[in-house]
């Protein structure tokens, strides 16, 4: 008897650690060998921190070129102010739109870490043709400064068409490059897990607040090389910076989680075809489509009753159970999940006229008025966006570390407050910002009007800049809500397939 109850012992102790194994395995997930991972040896922050910088490397990168674009286009190109506005508005109009194409190739074909890795090439690759096109002997801004005749300055057609060839070839590659990465740092952590789940929702703000201390460094630094110093070092720096990335991004593989990719239809495919079929049965009657889901065993749950025309896609036009001509209700489910987010990208469509405001309106409201600090320096009217920046790198910490904890123990939910709530919170705090901008400007118009300065839009109004400065910090502390909000909205809101996908609409809000 004893030694019976000894051998059952011995059995369940040497049972225990396959069981723990077990429960360490990732569900839905395989490592860079298709093979199953581990909790405890894969993804989480170990991989994140991996691929955010690899972001703020891409980003630097990014506005390393847009931020100053026009100054040397204006410069050793010798354009035009006009037609250099042009150009940058058309290369940052395709920059901007290209995440979408990107993420459609990723999420339908490529997988998000292939896309990450071809991009990366084809960014150095642009990157070091835009370096040689800044420092090809023909290309000497100094030269053409010294001389009066400007046909003596024209830049040759080839070196023209190489440098815009590298400037879209860098636009391609920011397209493919933007919304993998950040999907695929989020796919690092597993919603299912609870304490992963918290960690996902704190990923979205640090990568926030990364890209912003990122963008920081650009503006300080790589502006000041370009300006002062040259424009293929200034170019030369952000290739490096990808190349090493580059690096990073491969040494953090054998970590990496990658969803296990179905031999079913893609999720474009399933969903193309469930809009297709519903439309197809537009004359099938709420009955049939209660029988079809009363067969199924389809039980109501919530959202169910949303857009019901969907459901007719259950339904074959000829009556037939043919599971070719007919859709699944998961199908069905995925179809309804992506038109959901229209009303919420719509809306937010108004926060990004707010966005634009603090490089067009707040930025004209500090050139009329006193930028004076001390007796000889004048801050750039322009540089107070820098604030934006500032506010965001100091209040996400304070969100994530605070704010949160002290919401989840009133709420009980995980993340503190829901991401409408989030989103909706910035919204309202950009109202105020908006409120004060207007406050402030019309204390401006005022003042001007005190001093008759109403008819001389050039002429300095005795206001201090400083007035903008209260508008500028809140609306960075709204970026905090929103956009870090929509980010994890619209990419927890897509189907599995989809994620990229998501994360693009959120970055067409901002076109």
Not at 324 to 338: G, I, L, M, W, Y
Not at 473 to 497: H, K, N
Request: glycine fraction near 8%.
């Amino acid at each position: 008897m004893v030694r019976a109850t000894a051998i059952v012992a011995s059995e369940a102790a040497s049972s225990t650690p396959l069981l723990n194994g077990d429960s360490d395995i990732v569900d839905g997930a395989v490592d860079y060998k298709n093979r199953p991972v581990s909790r405890s040896k894969s993804g989480g922050w170990r991989s994140a921190s991996f691929i955010i910088g690899v972001e703020v490397a891409e980003r630097f990168a990014y506005y390393g070129i847009s931020s100053n674009l026009i100054s040397f286009l204006t410069g050793p190109l010798g354009q035009s102010t006009a037609a250099a506005a042009a150009n940058v508005n058309a290369w940052s109009g395709v920059a901007s739109l290209l995440p979408l194409l990107g993420a459609f190739v990723a999420d339908s074909f490529l997988g998000r870490y292939r896309t990450i890795i071809i991009a990366s090439f084809l960014y150095i690759l642009g990157l070091g043709l835009l370096t040689l096109s800044a420092v090809l002997p023909s290309l000497n801004y100094s030269d053409c400064q010294s001389v009066t005749n400007s046909g003596l300055c024209s830049t040759p057609q080839l070196q023209v068409i190489l440098f815009f060839f590298s400037l879209y070839l860098v636009a391609v590659a920011q397209g493919g490059h933007k919304p993998c990465v950040q999907a695929f740092g989020a796919d690092q952590f597993d919603a299912q897990d609870p304490q992963e789940c918290i960690a996902k929702s704190s990923f979205f703000n640090w990568w926030y607040f990364c890209l912003c201390l990122g963008t920081m460094f650009t503006l300080l630094i790589l502006n000041y090389i370009q300006d002062n110093l040259n424009w293929g070092l200034g170019f030369g720096i952000p290739c490096i910076m990808m190349a090493l990335a580059l690096v990073i991004f491969l040494v953090g593989t054998i970590t990496y989680r990658f969803g296990i990719r179905s031999d079913e239809k893609s999720a474009f495919t399933r969903i193309g075809l469930v809009f297709i079929k519903a439309a197809r049965n537009w004359r099938t009657t709420p009955s049939a489509i209660a029988m079809e889901e009363e067969s199924q065993g389809i039980l109501p749950h919530q959202g169910s009753e949303q857009f019901k025309f969907l459901k007719k896609a259950l339904l074959a036009p000829d009556g037939s159970k043919d599971e070719r001509k007919v859709c699944s209700n998961n199908e069905v489910e995925e179809a309804k999940a992506v038109l959901r987010l229209i009303p919420i990208w719509i809306t937010c469509l108004a926060y990004a006229i707010v966005f634009s405001q603090s490089s067009t309106l707040f930025t004209k409201q500090g050139v009329t008025m006193d930028r004076s600090v001390g007796p000889s320096f004048k801050i750039p009217p322009a540089s107070l966006q820098s604030s934006i920046s500032l506010s965001i790198v100091i209040f996400i910490p304070i969100y994530d570390r605070i704010f949160v904890p002290f919401a989840r123990a009133v709420t009980q939910k995980p993340t503190g407050i829901s991401m409408l709530q989030r989103i909706g919170t910035g919204i309202l705090l950009s109202l105020i910002s908006m409120v004060i901008a207007a406050l402030v400007e019309k204390k401006r118009l005022d003042t001007a009007l005190e001093y008759g300065l109403i008819d001389n839009p050039k002429a300095t109004v005795p206001m201090s800049v400083w007035w903008l400065v209260p508008q500028y910090v809140l609306f960075g502390i709204s970026d905090v809500f929103t956009m870090v909000g929509l980010q994890e909205f619209f990419y927890d809101q897509m189907p599995g397939d989809l994620k990229s996908i998501g994360l693009a609409l959120y970055l067409s809000i901002l076109v």
